[in-house]
């Protein structure tokens, strides 16, 4: 079964209005976006996804007003799929065995519910309702920097509240997305976390020169703790002189950051991410790749998915 790490599910459905069942042709010509979408769920089952990190991810400026009420309508919409028989949300290790079983039976997506970005929460307690409804992964930051922590694109330690949410997460065992922290929180929250760690998605800072992506140091790190890191198909992240307009970079790109990443973690531990249609589309992703099923030309089954099942194993 092939796992794509990160997708914006319910930020695709509820704030740029998707309707995600439809398949990936309909939604092209529906789309009212100037970017070309990427991802529907006939997409990921025609591409044999059949488990995705699909994420509550509240834009903290869109909603401002109401962070935690989105994140709660984003959950709901995942139960409400689940309830039309649309996905399977994997929330043990129990569903997820029950899940790998039913899948090449049912073609049901997987889901595992990711917290992209604490901003959402008022107090590290709320998690507890939040992981009743099935959030197993919480990422402290979403870029800007919050009570939390500091983000990529804000930076600032880790503070005492990520501290105490670090605290709940582990107790509810729930796993740590170390994707855009801060250089100067990452490493005080590895050392406060003792839960499972990885990266959803992120690619080699020595080829990406950006806070955005992982430095030697924090892949060394990472694989010290059993981490996996999913790799994102997207050309900013594979080439920092790429901008939209110039023409889609070769999958030549993509490889070297794969190749950078395995040669660091081993080949294990480096799986997908692709956060497609997270902020961009079509125009965005390398030569060659137009939907979920263009991924097999990426890498071999533990890079399509293994790496991340074994990952999921090892403590769901
Ligand atoms: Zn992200």
Request: no cysteine; proline share 7%; charged share 25%.
């Amino acid at each position: 079964m092939r796992v794509d790490a990160h997708l914006d599910l319910a930020y695709n459905a509820l704030d740029l209005g998707r309707d995600l069942t439809l398949p990936l042709e309909a939604l092209r010509e529906a789309a009212q976006t100037p970017d070309t979408p990427l991802v529907s769920l006939p997409s990921l089952r025609e591409g044999g996804f059949g488990l995705v990190f699909a994420t509550v991810f509240v834009d903290p400026k869109r909603h401002a007003e109401r962070l935690y009420p989105e994140a709660l309508r984003q959950l709901a919409l995942y139960r409400e799929w689940e309830e039309r028989g649309l996905v399977r949300l994997v929330r043990s290790r129990r569903d997820l065995e029950t899940h790998l079983r039913a899948y090449p039976e049912d073609g049901v997506l997987g889901l595992l519910l990711l917290l992209e970005g604490a901003h959402v929460l008022p107090e590290p307690e709320a998690l507890d309702e939040l992981h009743a409804l099935g959030v197993r992964m919480v990422g402290l930051t979403w870029a800007t920097a919050n009570a939390y922590a500091g983000g990529n694109a804000e930076p600032a330690p880790l503070t005492p509240l990520g501290e105490a949410l670090l605290r709940r997460m582990e107790a509810l065992g729930v796993a740590l997305d170390v994707s855009h922290l801060s250089d100067a929180a990452f490493f005080p929250a590895l050392s406060h976390f003792r839960g499972p760690v990885a990266a959803t998605h992120a690619n080699a800072r020595a080829l990406t020169p950006t806070p955005r992506h992982l430095s030697d140091e924090m892949l060394l790190a990472l694989k010290a703790r059993e981490g996996v890191v999913g790799l994102v198909p997207f050309n900013t992240f594979l080439d920092p002189a790429w901008t939209r307009g110039m023409p889609r970079l070769p999958l030549n790109a993509l490889f070297a950051h794969k190749t950078y990443l395995e040669a660091r973690l081993g080949r294990e531990r480096v799986g997908l991410g692709s956060d497609w249609d997270g902020g961009f589309g079509l125009e965005y992703v390398p030569m060659g790749l137009e939907a979920h099923r263009d991924l097999e030309r990426l890498g071999d089954e533990g890079f399509l998915g293994g790496n991340w099942l074994r990952w999921l194993q090892t403590w769901l």
